[in-house]
């Protein structure tokens, strides 16, 4: 008889307990309905502890809610020109979100017979679909703020709301080139607020997800900013892979083709650096003034000097103000000038003379490659460190080029006045 007596009282008490944590959640919607949103959530936090209610999706879309009504009382000021709290209203949407997503996670567990009653879901849906685009304006606010996670935040959530569960298959909605440019600005505010690993997952989820073309950015740009971080982080071994696998999905991208035949340099494989610029040039002439060049320099380096002259030629060929192969080509006719002439004040009478011939006419084939790479800087506003290195070149030119009896001394006063101080 105790003994029943006691098992009465215990399931009395725990009926007594969980009336008492529903009677919190119907006062915390009652606050909800009469506006006082302090009070709702503090009731809200306290059955959100309980865990009698701790599980129940009823709280949390209660929660949500709140963010909610937050989030619609200040849109309503703004809807109808009045003085309004943005702060205040997307840090409600913001607040929304997550319980939401919990509320309907949530409902749709099972019950004890298996089955799935997801009460709050149609109404989730309908919120979160209205509230999407707000997300954007949410993360160009905090972006301006910057507080550059938590516009992170906005533009990502705004990227996750189509792809949530409540949505398979509703096909609700437009992901269209303003739904890919988020994307973009999700990655570039988790950047600014250098939240690094996180950018990393976003990049790459950009890369596995089908690509949408945009104004805002393109697929190649995204291995350009993944190889970069990567970079930054010191993480050389994802660096290569991603330069590797971007140059072969995007072979007329110079920063991910430069960077990859860099790597092969700086690893001594010439020939497979000849042979990948070989192929890459087959297939995409837009990069043949840059990837010649480097070829006619890798052939210099091995000491083929009239194979590597030949590539800096084919260069200038197909792009006559190829800066690269402009300088390198004259550099090869000045250096080439430079070997003859060592030692060559011993030399008889006559090799002297030939000498001469074949220095001056070294240095007048250097002289146009180097006054139109002159003007191509000067045309572009080249930084002054890239024009100095030409002066100086010009200088030993015009100076030596007067020496051998063609006078330069006007052309040779004015490169002096150009460079700066230190070189004159």
């Not at 250097?366 to 080249?382: C, F, K």
Request: aromatic share 10%; glycine share 4%; hydrophobic share 45%.
């Amino acid at each position: 008889m105790r003994k029943v007596l006691f098992l009465t009282v215990i399931a009395l008490l725990s009926v007594g307990t969980l009336s008492a944590q529903s009677r919190v959640l119907r006062d915390a919607q009652r606050a909800l309905r009469s506006n006082d949103l302090n009070e709702a959530r503090t009731l809200a936090r306290q059955a959100a502890e309980h865990p009698d209610t701790a599980n129940d999706p009823a709280l949390w879309k209660l929660k949500g809610d709140i963010g909610n009504a937050a989030f619609d009382a200040q849109l309503t000021r703004l809807m109808l020109g009045q003085d309004a709290n943005e702060r205040v209203m997307f840090d409600g949407l913001f607040e929304s979100f997550a319980p939401y997503v919990k509320a309907d996670s949530l409902g749709q567990l099972p019950d004890a017979r298996g089955r799935v009653n997801n009460r709050v879901r149609r109404d989730i849906q309908s919120i979160l679909r209205a509230n999407h685009m707000h997300f954007i304006n949410g993360g160009i606010f905090f972006n301006e703020q910057r507080n550059f996670a938590r516009a992170a935040d906005f533009f990502e959530i705004f990227w996750n709301i189509p792809f949530l569960p409540m949505f398979e298959g509703a096909n609700m909605f437009e992901l269209d080139e303003t739904f890919q440019t988020m994307k973009f600005y999700a990655v570039i505010t988790a950047l600014q607020a250098e939240q690094y690993p996180r950018a990393i997952v976003m990049m790459n989820r950009i890369l596995n997800e089908p690509f949408i073309e945009n104004s805002e950015f393109t697929e190649s740009d995204i291995f350009e900013l993944l190889a970069s971080t990567y970079q930054q982080l010191g993480d050389s071994v994802r660096f290569l892979e991603t330069i590797r696998t971007g140059a072969a999905r995007f072979p007329d991208n110079e920063f991910l083709v430069l960077n990859y035949l860099h790597e092969l340099i700086t690893d001594g494989q010439y020939n497979r650096a000849i042979e990948y610029i070989d192929r890459t040039v087959a297939a995409n002439s837009a990069l043949a003034c840059n990837l010649i060049s480097v070829k006619g320099a890798l052939l210099a380096e091995q000491g083929d000097l009239e194979a590597a002259d030949r590539e800096f030629r084919r260069a200038l060929s197909i792009d006559p103000y190829c800066e690269n192969a402009l300088e390198h080509l004259a550099r090869s006719y000045i250096v080439r000038v430079q070997d003859l002439r060592d030692g060559a004040w011993n030399l008889p009478r006559a090799e002297q003379l030939e000498n001469n011939r074949l220095a001056l006419e070294g240095y007048q084939a250097a002289l146009p490659l180097l006054e139109t790479l002159d003007e191509v800087l000067q045309g572009r506003s080249a930084p002054q460190h890239e024009q100095t290195g030409v002066l100086l070149l010009l200088r030993n030119v015009y100076f030596n080029l007067s020496i051998l009896g063609v006078d330069k001394s006007a052309q040779l006063e004015a490169v002096e006045r150009r460079l700066p101080e230190e070189f004159r």
